[in-house]
């Protein structure tokens, strides 16, 4: 199993921007300190739910923070942004970070930021398609051309290109003894938990080895339309962290019936549904009910601050979830409790499901020390139980 952190550089109430951001560095900096697989980035624009506008520009400052992690887009929104403007940023995070970074996107909500970027509403409701096969031939090829009703130009060349060989790699790094050991060198100070370091040669994982043929592109699945969308594509689906065991057995199971109505085989299934990434919460206490407790505390607040602020784009009339009782779902679902709860209910998603990748929403305290303390114990008292 492969566990990630989800950071939304959420604004709870009484925090500044600046502030959020300084969490999200931090907790991804600690995530890699603690083990984790990965990192996964959102973007929002003009609510404070999250105040990361571009997740490929977070994702670039923070591989330069790391050196082991992967990190991710959970998502880029294609909705709002030229399809080849997003494909030249992740070629050159892919290549300059020896292939630590994934690309997720989705198309968004029907949001006022259609209005201010000047794609419309269209490009929301039936731009997806055409947006997101302009971006994967950006990726995959070495010139791009395009004639649809959203883009149209003639055959440019890709640079750069996300899909060349890689250059031969040299060899391979050995760490001394504290770095195995997660010790700090200069204190001796235990800073992360041992056994998920992943040192070696080059491709011992998708998100960590050179760059072969572009990056991991992960798709976000609200519907069936945006599931049949990825499974034609072949690419592995984000789930969102309101869905439960059940809904995401259907939205697999809808997958599967996709796929194959493609054509596709089945050794290629199972291989891409080894990639699908389940989103959920995460909050580690000593006691189940202190852990709820925490996030009760903090995330309704945030939720009515945040999703609160969300203007629609032509003044369609919208619903929010009852944020007490949203949060009080979200505690139902994922892994908030002890350290043996929250691994038992993720290695439950998982015998259920089939899934094995996790994006968790660490954050959800509101506080950066309490987050920094979360992931801490993730990684510690969580991950060593998954095995």
């Not at 566990?3 to 009484?14: D, H, K, R």
């Not at 921007?17 to 984790?36: D, M």
């Not at 419309?120 to 971006?135: I, K, M, S, T, W």
């Not at 109505?261 to 891409?272: K, M, P, S, V, W």
Request: charged share 20%.
């Amino acid at each position: 199993m492969r566990v990630g952190a989800f950071l939304l550089s959420a604004q709870f109430p009484g925090q500044s921007h600046a502030e959020a951001l300084e969490r999200t560095v931090r907790t991804a900096v600690a995530a890699e300190r603690a083990g984790l697989d990965s990192v996964w980035l959102a973007e929002h624009h003009f609510v404070p739910y999250g105040v990361c506008p571009n997740a490929a520009t977070l994702a670039g400052m923070l591989l330069g923070r790391t050196r082991r992690i992967g990190i991710g887009t959970a998502v880029s929104v294609l909705s709002t942004v030229h399809p080849v403007a997003l494909g030249e940023q992740a070629a050159m995070l892919h290549l300059i970070s020896g292939g630590r970074f994934t690309l997720g996107v989705g198309r968004g909500g029907p949001w006022i930021d259609l209005d201010v970027f000047g794609s419309g509403v269209a490009a929301y409701e039936q731009g997806f398609p055409e947006r997101l096969d302009l971006l994967l031939r950006w990726l995959r090829g070495s010139r791009v051309g395009a004639n649809g009703p959203q883009f149209s130009f003639p055959e440019v060349a890709v640079v750069p290109r996300a899909a060349e060989a890689a250059p031969a790699p040299g060899p391979a790094r050995v760490p001394d003894l504290a770095e195995w050991l997660g010790l700090d060198a200069a204190t001796g100070a235990l800073v992360r938990f041992p056994r998920q370091r992943r040192d070696g040669k080059a491709g011992d994982s998708p998100l960590c080895g050179r760059p072969q043929s572009g990056p991991p592109v992960i798709v976000a699945c609200t519907s069936p339309d945006s599931v049949r969308q990825a499974a034609e594509r072949g690419l592995p689906m984000l789930l969102g962290m309101h869905s439960g065991d059940e809904d995401k057995q259907q939205m697999l199971a809808a997958y599967r019936t996709a796929w194959r109505a493609c054509g596709r085989g089945e050794e290629q299934l199972t291989r891409i549904e080894r990639e699908h990434v389940a989103a959920g919460v995460v909050q580690i206490e000593d006691r189940t009910s202190t852990a709820r407790a925490s996030l009760l505390r903090a995330m309704p607040g945030w939720f009515e601050y945040g999703l609160g602020a969300h203007r629609t784009v032509d003044g369609r009339e919208r619903r929010m979830r009852d944020p007490h009782e949203y949060t009080e779902l979200l505690c139902d679902l994922h892994a908030v409790g002890t350290p043996k709860h929250c691994a038992d209910r993720l290695l439950a998603t998982a015998e259920r499901t089939g899934l094995r990748r996790f994006a968790l929403l660490a954050e959800g305290s509101g506080n950066r020390a309490a987050t920094l303390h979360n992931i801490s114990r993730l990684g510690a008292e969580v991950l060593p139980q998954l095995s």
